[in-house]
DNA sequence: AAATTTACTGAACAGTGTTCATTTTTCAAA
DNA sequence: TTTGAAAAATGAACACTGTTCAGTAAATTT
C-alpha cells in the first residue's frame, strides 16, 4: 500500500512547505507581518489550505518554534564541547545568549511570545527540552563536583536561565537604556554581565 | 483667560479617561482584548475621538505604561524601606519579583510586549526611570561599603535585574515546565532562585 | 467511464488599527 | 439673541487580520 504512505508523505512536505515559508517570513519581515495570508501568498495556495494542515495560527506557530528550537539545538551540539563540567556551563551561558542576540526573531517565537504556547497544554511543551536537559545535566555534574555554588540542581538551572534569558529578554524589547551601559555596546555590556555571573557561581 | 486653562485641563481629563478604562480593560481582559473599539465602547465615545486625544495605540499603550510604572514606584515606596544598603537590595529584588508576580498584566506591557515603545524613540524611554534610579542608588551604595560581589555598579544592575526579569517573564510566559520545579509552586521555586542569588552577590 | 473520496479555493464573517469628510457642539463677536 | 467661525465628535470607509464553509477541481476507486 505504497498510496497511503505517499499521501501521508505529501502531507508532511505540504506541512514542511508551510513552516520552511513561515520561518523565512519571520526572519526577513519579523513575527508581526507573518499572516497567514502573507504565508499563503508565499507558498502560492489560499489561506484557506493552510487550515487543512493546521488547526489554527497557534498550532502553526508550535511548529515554527520547534524548528527554531531545532536550529538552538545545532547551535549547542557544534558549541558545547568541553569535558569539564563547569567549562561546559560556561559554554552554555554564552552560546545561548549568542543565539539569543544573533536571533532575535527566532529567540522572540521560543521564549518571549505567548502563541506558541496556547497551542498545548501546560507541561506538554517539549520543545525546549534538549537544550533544558543540556543545562541540568550540566548543574547536576557541577553540583556533585562541588564546582558551583548552588545546593540544588534545579534551583541552579532556572537561576542560570533566568539571568541568559533576562538579558537577552530586555535587550529585544529595547528596555535597557544606553545611561546604563555607559559608552560601550549593549552586546559588550552584556558579556560583561555573563563574565562576572560566571565567577559569581564559581566555587 | 480661564478657558484655554479649561480647554486644556478638559483635554487632560478626557486622556485620563481613555487611560483608566484602558488600564481596567488591561486587569480585566487583558492585552489582547484591549482594543481601540473596546476602549472607545467603555468610555462611550466613538473610536475615532481616541484619536483626537493620541496619535495611535502605541502612543496610548505608553501612556498606559507610565500609569503601570506609577504603582510599582507606589509599591517601591511603600516596601524598600530599609536604611542598610545590602538589606535594601534584598527588598528591591524581592519587591520586584513580587510585582511581577502579581501584576503580570501589568509587567507585560511594561517589560515583555514590544507596542509602547514604538511610540518612542530610543533612549527617550523615561517610565522606568525612578525604578532603575533605586535599584542604581542601591548598588552604587552597596559597592562603596563593598558589599556586594560586583566591581562595576552598572554590571550589577544590569545583572540584578535580569535575573529578576528572567525569572517573571519566563514565569508569565509558561516557559517553566513543571519538571523543572518538582512538588513546590512556581512562586516559591522562584523565590528560592532569589534567596540563592542573594546569597550569591553577598560578599 | 462513473462514482466517490480527497484536495483546494472564493467568498464571507467578525474582528483589528486608522483616516477623513461630515455633522454636532461650543463659544466669541455682531 | 442671532450669526459665524472654531473645536469636538462621529459614521463610514479602507486595508488588514484569523477563521469558516459551501462549492469547485483533482485524484483515486469501483
Redesign the pocket.
Same mark, same amino acid.
Given at each position: 500500500m505504497g498510496?497511503t504512505e505517499? !499521501?501521508e508523505r +505529501? !502531507?508532511q512536505e505540504?506541512r514542511d512547505k508551510i513552516i520552511d515559508a513561515a520561518i523565512s517570513m519571520f526572519l526577513e519581515e519579523g513575527y508581526e !507581518? %507573518? $499572516?497567514?495570508?502573507?504565508i499563503a501568498e508565499k507558498i +502560492?495556495? $489560499?489561506?484557506? %489550505?493552510?487550515?487543512?494542515?493546521y !488547526?489554527?495560527?497557534?498550532e502553526?506557530l508550535y511548529d515554527v518554534q520547534k524548528q527554531a528550537f531545532g536550529k538552538l539545538d545545532d547551535v549547542f551540539r557544534e558549541k558545547i564541547t568541553a569535558a569539564d563540567p563547569f567549562e561546559r556551563l560556561e559554554q552554555i551561558c554564552r552560546t545561548y545568549v549568542w543565539f539569543g542576540i544573533n536571533n532575535p526573531e527566532l529567540y522572540d517565537l521560543m521564549f518571549i511570545i505567548k502563541a506558541p504556547m496556547n497551542a498545548i497544554d501546560d507541561n506538554e511543551w517539549h520543545n525546549g527540552d534538549q537544550a533544558l536537559n543540556a543545562l541540568i545535566g550540566c548543574v547536576t555534574e557541577c553540583l556533585s563536583k562541588q564546582e558551583i555554588r548552588f545546593s540544588d540542581p534545579r534551583v541552579a538551572a532556572l537561576s542560570i536561565w533566568s539571568m541568559g534569558h533576562g538579558l537577552i529578554s530586555l535587550n529585544i524589547r529595547c528596555r535597557i537604556k544606553e545611561e546604563l551601559i555607559g559608552d560601550i555596546d549593549k552586546e559588550k555590556m552584556i558579556n560583561k554581565c555573563i563574565n562576572e555571573y560566571v565567577q559569581l557561581i564559581k566555587k
Open positions: 498510496i505517499r !499521501k +505529501e !502531507k505540504m !507581518k %507573518t $499572516s497567514i495570508r502573507n +502560492e495556495y $489560499s489561506p484557506a %489550505t493552510i487550515y487543512l494542515y !488547526k489554527d495560527k497557534d502553526l
